[in-house]
């Protein structure tokens, strides 16, 4: 299997929405940013499938010496192998990776957050500097769609937060801030025991409004320069935000099960989104 073929297995077993936004991008930005969402999933998986905490320490910090090795031309991993080529010609640094290593070490070191410009602090490393760099291979051309791309991929990673509270929960993990359970008197025993409440909707129904704002604070940030570049952005948001509106639509039962949208369904919101262009 090449590097190349590894990568695309990855994204394609992954059932990601950003596996839909990919299909409609020219062959060398599709090659480009299937490689960086590879990596940002075996990063990611350390964390997900994590059994020992030190054992995934340890890959961590064996990612990021293969990122380091990788920009000194000496990458091992295939997806190091797929990703390099790409790098110069999409403003793609060792800096970037480093970031996204960081923000899954947090996972490993942290499972609560005070409030939530904590929380964004983390966001702003897993899913902002994603979407910078994703910006970068879509084909952004103003430094205005630099700000575009974090506030989208904030958006989208506190819908992910919303839909997996009790996926999270069960790993011990509860990324709603604290100052927020303790304004809406919502105990973390609750959470991580699955318990509903009147409280705990009225917790959640605050969370998807920060959610909905921050898209449309985000969209308000994209310039009609770069808006058809943009539009694989705009693709995966359109489907993020869906799912979102599906949890909401289901009073947020969101600690019993995780909830999807249909690979179809998915496709057709991103060909829709290609044919509306917004």
């Not at 509903?196 to 994209?222: C, G, I, N, P, V």
Request: proline share 4%.
């Amino acid at each position: 299997m090449t590097p190349e073929q590894y990568v695309q297995d990855k994204a394609a077993k992954s059932g990601s929405s950003f596996y839909y936004a990919f299909l409609f991008l020219p062959p060398p930005r599709r090659a480009a940013i299937t490689a960086f969402y590879a990596f940002c999933r075996e990063v990611d998986d350390v964390v997900d499938d994590m059994v020992d905490p030190g054992v995934a320490a340890t890959k961590l910090a064996w990612w990021r010496k293969e990122a380091g090795q990788a920009f000194a031309g000496n990458a091992t991993h295939p997806v190091m192998k797929a990703l390099m080529p790409h790098t110069a010609t999409f403003g793609i640094t060792q800096e970037h990776l480093q970031s996204v290593i960081d923000g899954c070490q947090m996972d490993l070191e942290q499972s609560r957050y005070l409030d939530f410009p904590g929380l964004a602090r983390y966001c702003h490393l897993v899913a902002g500097v994603v979407g910078e760099v994703a910006s970068n291979i879509f084909g952004r051309t103003q430094p205005e769609t630099v700000a575009y791309a974090h506030k989208l991929g904030l958006a989208m990673q506190l819908t992910n937060i919303i839909r997996d509270v009790g996926d999270d929960a069960r790993r011990g993990r509860i990324y709603l801030p604290v100052s927020e359970l303790k304004q809406f008197d919502v105990k973390a025993q609750e959470v991580l025991n699955r318990g509903y409440s009147e409280r705990f909707t009225a917790l959640m129904k605050f969370q998807a409004e920060r959610a909905h704002r921050t898209y449309d604070e985000a969209f308000a940030l994209l310039t009609d320069a770069d808006r058809v570049a943009q539009k694989p952005g705009v693709m995966m948001a359109n489907i993020y935000r869906t799912l979102l509106r599906e949890i909401e639509a289901d009073n947020f039962q969101v600690l019993h099960q995780r909830t999807s949208l249909t690979p179809l369904r998915k496709l057709w919101i991103a060909v829709r989104t290609n044919w509306r262009g917004r």
